[in-house]
């Protein structure tokens, strides 16, 4: 099945230490999105990759970075994560700008 | 400013109640409103969009421009409809991308 693959399901990390989760995907599409949601909150678009043009949300901090080697991966980096970073990281795709967005199981982080 | 309210967390009914997840947005475009639907251990995914007017697994939504609202709703909740579902507001920034309410969390009882 054509999917979106996001590892590792669960991730702690220490505060100040960098954290990369990985998202893969098999859909072939061609945006990546990736969303932070953070306990009974709404899921909050943090950036998204066209092909390999980047786009970052006005407010997303500086702390995050994306990196987009090829079609399949996109990677979330936290350069210093702080203790509300922690939530659950969603990544996503389409195909072109759309509505329809599938999304990937989530990565829990929790920052110690 | 875009935004997406979704007045209530939690929403409990009986199968067989009639359930109503309720949906207001703020937008000053011509809104494209969607809901989005998480069950038990699966993942964040489309259940209905306001454009096509169709009924899935049951459920309407009207987009309601005067009252801005976008209420999802059916007859006769079952069991199975237990799920996180999310009213989402697709907004032409950027591109394009998807503004997400807080959530409603529907418990149907049997």
């Known amino acids: 099945d054509a999917m979106v693959i996001q590892n590792p399901r669960y991730q702690v990390t220490q505060f100040g230490k960098p954290v990369t989760l990985s998202c893969s995907q098999t859909l072939n599409h061609n945006v990546m999105y990736w969303y932070q949601q953070k306990s009974s909150q709404a899921p909050k678009l943090l950036f998204h990759y066209y092909d390999k043009d980047f786009n970052n949300e006005a407010d997303t901090p500086d702390n995050f970075q994306s990196r987009r080697p090829n079609t399949s991966f996109c990677f979330l980096d936290i350069r210093s994560p702080g203790l509300g970073d922690a939530a659950m990281y969603l990544c996503?795709?389409?195909?072109?700008?759309?509505?329809?967005?599938?999304f990937g199981p989530g990565t829990r982080l929790t920052v110690t | 400013a875009q935004r997406v309210t979704q007045p209530e967390k939690l929403l409990s009914v009986f199968k067989g109640a009639p359930v109503e997840l309720k949906c207001n947005y703020s937008y000053s475009g011509s809104p494209e409103l969607f809901w989005y639907v998480q069950y038990s251990r699966q993942r964040l995914q489309l259940l209905l969009r306001h454009i096509s007017r169709e009924s899935i697994k049951g459920f309407t939504a009207d987009l309601n421009k005067g009252e801005t609202s976008f209420h999802l709703k059916k007859p006769f909740a079952q069991e199975e409809d237990s799920a996180m579902y999310y009213c989402?507001?697709?907004?032409?920034?950027?591109?394009?991308?998807?503004?997400f309410g807080q959530g409603t969390e529907l418990s149907v009882k049997p």
């Open positions: 989402a507001l697709y907004v032409y920034n950027q591109g394009g991308k998807l503004i």
């Open positions: 996503a795709t389409s195909e072109g700008h759309s509505y329809e967005q599938y």
